[in-house]
């Protein structure tokens, strides 16, 4: 399995603006696809975005209620992904987490069930 450590969540105002790390350790992720999820309180963990690698180009895919605001990257060097979050709004409060180890996915319907390496979350609280 992959070690994963998030970092970056804290407290914004609505309509700032945040950048979460997720550090993999362990077997290498270079070539693999890594994920963000998030679980909102009393609320099931969701889908935010996801990036693959492959022969040197990255693919990307977002929810719905992130597309425009929200940037998935990554540092193969550095074994990170990033979550670039853009114009956030109070209902994008949530414990953020990082995925990896893929199993039986869907690249364009990602879920909780298709990722066996989960990190421990970090917070994101978007108020004024």
């Known amino acids: 399995q992959v070690q994963l450590v998030e970092s970056g969540g804290g407290l914004v105002q609505p309509g700032g603006s945040l950048k979460l790390s997720c550090a993999a350790s362990?077997?290498?992720?270079?070539?693999?696809?890594m994920a963000w999820f998030r679980q909102a309180p009393g609320k099931e963990r969701e889908f935010v975005a996801i990036i693959s690698w492959s022969g040197g180009n990255a693919d990307t895919y977002y929810a719905d209620s992130v597309k425009g605001r929200f940037a998935i990257s990554r540092d193969n060097a550095k074994s990170t992904a990033y979550l670039q979050m853009n114009s956030l709004k109070s209902e994008d409060t949530a414990l953020y987490y990082c995925?990896?180890?893929?199993?039986?996915?869907?690249?364009?319907?990602?879920?909780?069930?298709?990722?066996?390496?989960w990190g421990q979350g970090t917070q994101v609280t978007v108020s004024s």
């Open positions: 995925a990896a180890d893929q199993i039986g996915l869907n690249f364009y319907n990602p879920a909780v069930r298709n990722f066996q390496s």
């Open positions: 362990g077997r290498t992720v270079r070539d693999s696809i």
